[in-house]
């Protein structure tokens, strides 16, 4: 059994260049893949859905426009609220704030699937 079951997650937020977030798996397995993500201001998670499972996000710092559907509707996402995108909900994040977006994905099950959608 593999004993290493706490993970500081400063460990796993490094600052990005210019383009994508910075996502760095925290633990992937069967149950679950858990990712930390560094969205600097001014970029984005596009539009995407699970199709196989549930997205959680723990929102650790920043802010940032998240994206509740197809239509594009979105809504403020703040340190300390946890964003919870049931199987096949669409979600994606922009950061239109001044500072880095930081937060816990929590993707269940591990092989649940990835679809971006098309803007």
Same mark, same amino acid.
């Given at each position: 059994?593999?004993?290493?079951?706490?993970?500081?997650?400063? $460990?796993?937020?490094?600052?990005?260049?210019?383009?994508?977030? =910075?996502?760095?798996? #925290?633990? $992937?397995?069967?149950? +679950?893949v858990i990712v %930390? @993500?560094? #969205?600097?201001?001014?970029? *984005?998670?596009? %539009?995407? #859905?699970?199709? +196989?499972?549930?997205?959680? @996000?723990?929102? =650790?710092?920043?802010?940032g426009q998240y &994206? =509740?559907?197809? %239509?594009?509707?979105? &809504? $403020?996402?703040? +340190?300390? !609220?946890?964003?919870? +995108?049931?199987?096949? *909900?669409?979600?994606?994040?922009?950061?239109?704030?001044?500072?880095?977006? &930081?937060?816990?994905?929590?993707?269940?099950?591990?092989?649940?699937?990835?679809?971006?959608? !098309?803007?």
């Amino acid at each position: 059994m593999h004993t290493d079951r706490i993970y500081p997650s400063a $460990e796993f937020f490094q600052p990005t260049a210019e383009g994508e977030p =910075l996502r760095s798996v #925290v633990v $992937e397995n069967a149950d +679950a893949v858990i990712v %930390a @993500w560094h #969205v600097a201001p001014g970029q *984005c998670i596009p %539009a995407h #859905v699970h199709p +196989a499972g549930q997205d959680t @996000w723990t929102i =650790l710092s920043g802010t940032g426009q998240y &994206r =509740l559907d197809h %239509a594009g509707t979105a &809504r $403020e996402v703040y +340190a300390g !609220d946890v964003v919870v +995108a049931p199987r096949g *909900c669409v979600h994606g994040v922009y950061n239109h704030g001044r500072q880095p977006l &930081r937060f816990i994905s929590v993707v269940s099950p591990g092989d649940a699937g990835y679809e971006r959608l !098309d803007a």
